[in-house]
């Protein structure tokens, strides 16, 4: 009986992590996919009302960055020990560069001089694309995997840099920009939208051809990987992930050629990180270090993750909540001049 209660609880922390990486890839990515692409918005005009689109919400989307690491650490304590020095390197980069960049939108609001603009705005460009080449690398680096002695990391400091993990952390920049690009076809009206519209396409393409890249290279990572993605029987099984990211894609370029429904592009290139989340998911389950270390062998104990769950319980209703309320509040476009309407 503790056995089976004890498997429940890892599974469920499994899914509640996904769910607030995923929550986070979505809230922060449109954001930081901005700042990707500021430097195609040369107009201060344009640079102001880009922020001022994220302005009410941006620094509460990184609670779900809190969430996931804090909940990684409790959880799975031995996955979070094994993968955090093997991944220092990228994992501090991302922390700066969300912290130099929270500083540079602050600071730029408050700037008097057209060289400090200058300054903050080239930082925030530095911040958001360093910490989205990062979380990719990241992300690539552990669908790679992790040499593992015993119990500890027994790699090398730059074990994490691979052409795999560039080319994941280049995706992932692309992906961004198309959620970026996305949010200002959602929010804004006339000229920029046209060019965001634009953006979209371009960056939807890079990100197709990320996601293929990415798709085609990870069966060969590892024998696993090949068994689940193009052994039989199990090609029957996974076969729908690669249909619905085609049915998806064609319905993203269809909905970018036509106006009206603006919300849609948006709503679609959430659904193309969920099922590139789904299938990061095939490829390593039931593993948290893929070859290494399952979900079940870097779990807490069950008494620690019942405790973790029933705050779990009370505190992500409380956090989707609020975070949904500020989204309803600031809803519908934004008009430089009058604000949303």
Same mark, same amino acid.
């Given at each position: 009986?503790?056995?089976?209660?004890?498997?429940?609880?890892?599974?469920?922390?499994?899914?509640?992590?996904?769910?607030?990486?995923?929550?986070?890839?979505?809230?922060?990515?449109?954001?930081? %996919?901005?700042?990707?692409?500021? =430097?195609? *918005?040369?107009?201060?005009?344009?640079?102001?009302?880009?922020?001022?689109?994220?302005?009410?919400?941006?620094?509460?989307?990184?609670?779900?960055?809190?969430?996931?690491?804090?909940?990684?650490?409790?959880?799975?304590?031995?996955?979070?020990?094994?993968?955090?020095?093997?991944?220092?390197? =990228?994992?501090?980069?991302?922390?700066?560069?969300?912290?130099?960049?929270?500083?540079?939108?602050?600071?730029?609001?408050?700037?008097?001089?057209?060289?400090?603009?200058?300054?903050?705005?080239?930082?925030?460009?530095?911040?958001?694309?360093?910490?989205?080449?990062?979380?990719?690398?990241?992300?690539?680096?552990?669908?790679? %995997?992790?040499?593992?002695?015993?119990?500890?990391?027994?790699?090398?400091?730059?074990?994490?840099?691979? =052409?795999?993990?560039?080319?994941?952390?280049?995706?992932?920049?692309?992906?961004?920009?198309?959620?970026?690009?996305?949010?200002?076809?959602?929010?804004?009206?006339?000229?920029?939208?046209?060019?965001?519209?634009?953006?979209?396409?371009? *960056?939807?393409?890079?990100?197709?051809?990320?996601?293929?890249?990415?798709?085609?290279?990870?069966?060969?990572?590892?024998?696993?990987?090949?068994?689940?993605?193009?052994?039989?029987?199990?090609?029957?099984?996974?076969? =729908?992930?690669?249909?619905?990211?085609?049915?998806?894609?064609?319905?993203?370029?269809?909905?970018?050629?036509?106006?009206?429904?603006?919300?849609?592009?948006?709503?679609?290139?959430?659904?193309? *990180?969920?099922?590139?989340?789904?299938?990061?998911?095939?490829?390593?389950?039931?593993?948290?270090?893929? %070859?290494?270390?399952?979900?079940?062998?870097?779990?807490?104990?069950?008494?620690?993750?019942?405790?973790?769950?029933?705050?779990?319980?009370?505190?992500?209703?409380?956090?989707?909540?609020?975070?949904?309320?500020?989204?309803?509040?600031?809803?519908?476009?934004?008009?430089?001049?009058?604000?949303?309407?």
């Amino acid at each position: 009986m503790t056995d089976a209660i004890s498997i429940d609880l890892t599974l469920t922390w499994a899914l509640l992590l996904a769910f607030a990486v995923y929550v986070y890839v979505v809230l922060d990515g449109f954001d930081l %996919g901005l700042g990707i692409l500021y =430097p195609l *918005f040369p107009k201060k005009r344009d640079r102001d009302l880009m922020m001022n689109t994220v302005a009410p919400v941006w620094d509460g989307n990184e609670t779900w960055l809190v969430l996931g690491g804090g909940g990684l650490f409790a959880a799975f304590p031995l996955a979070y020990a094994i993968i955090l020095p093997a991944l220092y390197p =990228p994992i501090i980069a991302m922390l700066l560069s969300l912290i130099f960049r929270g500083v540079a939108f602050e600071f730029r609001w408050r700037t008097e001089t057209r060289r400090g603009e200058i300054l903050w705005d080239a930082a925030f460009i530095a911040g958001s694309t360093l910490a989205a080449l990062s979380q990719g690398i990241i992300l690539g680096a552990l669908l790679q %995997g992790i040499e593992v002695e015993g119990r500890a990391y027994a790699g090398s400091w730059w074990d994490w840099l691979t =052409p795999f993990s560039l080319l994941t952390g280049v995706a992932v920049v692309a992906g961004y920009a198309l959620l970026g690009a996305c949010w200002l076809n959602l929010k804004t009206e006339g000229e920029i939208q046209e060019r965001a519209r634009h953006l979209a396409w371009v *960056f939807g393409v890079a990100t197709v051809a990320g996601i293929v890249a990415v798709s085609v290279a990870t069966p060969f990572l590892e024998a696993a990987y090949f068994e689940r993605w193009l052994g039989w029987p199990g090609i029957l099984y996974v076969a =729908p992930v690669p249909v619905a990211v085609a049915a998806i894609t064609f319905g993203l370029a269809r909905s970018l050629a036509t106006h009206g429904r603006d919300w849609v592009p948006f709503v679609l290139a959430l659904a193309l *990180f969920l099922l590139c989340f789904i299938g990061l998911g095939i490829s390593m389950w039931p593993d948290v270090v893929p %070859g290494e270390v399952t979900l079940y062998e870097a779990a807490s104990p069950a008494s620690s993750q019942t405790f973790m769950l029933v705050g779990a319980a009370v505190l992500i209703p409380i956090i989707l909540a609020y975070t949904a309320y500020a989204y309803w509040i600031f809803r519908g476009k934004l008009d430089p001049d009058e604000g949303y309407h």
